[in-house]
């Protein structure tokens, strides 16, 4: 009996021991709300997602190797709660695998390229929802993206990546290079940074992208610089991006925003331009919403946008799946105006 005790004993510490050492995190976001996007005289009306965030189901893990190094693993999927499916889960938001300690993180897999993150960070509407700037693949608003499979002019994710990010003091730094995928693997090369500076109120970023598209032609450069001051009273943000083909095709974009909180709840609004070089087909954007947040976990939110056009440019305001920017239907009229709001909530677990 007493060997039997000292076995269990035994046994319960070494447990104990392992699952200190190790970790696993399921988490996930479902964002639905009812919306309308008007355009060309036309009206959607219905239900989208991911309005206010981005609909996920995620499982991140961490087991201490000792002396300081970690291996980490995160699996990240898209779900559409709206009708119920999962989009065929196969976690491409994000797939990574990598090593982390005082040198800071080297990780594999698909994941977002350095040269996305301030398109998202310094929009109060992020990259969701009819409110969110046009700054996230500018240059497919006037048809000039590159066609190619893998990471063919990808302005967010990357596959088959090795990054770095490292955070020194108030310095952070954030590298990557992956190759293309199957047919495509020697010319959808895609390579960049961001390097930043983090200190009490100020935040302030630059990044830097390059996809090596079919041929030399093809190939996509991404430069964007983004910075923000909290005021307390309010968040003041800005950014300006650029985004070119070596073909000559070049759309510029400038964005001001300002979140205020109020109470449980939050005020966004934001203002962006969009250059279209050598040409006069540019277009604009204004949007303002609330957040009110009732629990840590679940948001009810609002957001009106609209889009005006010079010229003979057709862009329109987005909305994931209400979006129908770039088809007959959806698109704005040459010159014309789109508008959009979206009523919804969102529960993160």
Request: proline content about 2%; cysteine-free.
């Amino acid at each position: 009996m007493k060997k039997s005790i000292l076995a269990l004993a035994a046994l319960t510490a070494f447990a104990g021991v392992a699952s200190a050492q190790s970790s696993v995190t399921i988490w996930g976001v479902a964002d639905v709300s009812y919306g309308s996007v008007k355009a060309n005289g036309k009206t959607a009306t219905g239900l989208s997602t991911s309005g206010l965030s981005s609909n996920q189901l995620g499982f991140r893990g961490t087991e201490d190797l000792g002396g300081g190094l970690r291996a980490n693993f995160h699996l990240e999927g898209a779900l559409t709660p709206d009708n119920g499916t999962a989009a065929g889960l196969n976690f491409q938001r994000r797939s990574t695998v990598g090593l982390s300690g005082s040198f800071g993180e080297i990780r594999l897999g698909r994941d977002y390229t350095p040269s996305f993150w301030n398109a998202t960070v310094y929009d109060p509407f992020g990259t969701n929802g009819v409110g969110a700037a046009n700054t996230a693949g500018m240059l497919a608003a006037i048809g000039a993206t590159p066609t190619t499979t893998g990471n063919g002019a990808n302005a967010v994710r990357a596959n088959n990546s090795i990054g770095y990010i490292g955070n020194f003091g108030a310095v952070h730094l954030h590298a990557m290079m992956a190759r293309g995928e199957g047919a495509s693997v020697n010319t959808s090369n895609y390579v960049g940074f961001r390097v930043g500076y983090v200190q009490g109120p100020l935040s302030a970023h630059y990044g830097n992208g390059t996809t090596q598209g079919a041929t030399d032609a093809a190939d996509t450069k991404y430069s964007n610089f983004g910075a923000a001051y909290d005021l307390k009273i309010a968040r003041v943000m800005g950014l300006y991006l650029q985004e070119k083909t070596s073909g000559g095709a070049k759309v510029t974009g400038q964005l001001v925003g300002l979140t205020v909180p109020m109470g449980a709840g939050m005020i966004r609004t934001a203002y962006s331009r969009y250059d279209v070089a050598n040409s006069s087909n540019d277009w604009n954007k204004f949007a303002v919403g609330y957040v009110h947040n009732m629990s840590k976990r679940t948001a009810l939110y609002g957001t009106y946008a609209r889009v005006s056009n010079d010229g003979a440019q057709i862009a329109s305001v987005n909305g994931n799946t209400l979006s129908m920017a770039g088809t007959a239907f959806g698109a704005a009229a040459a010159g014309g105006n789109s508008t959009g709001f979206e009523i919804g909530v969102r529960h993160s677990f």
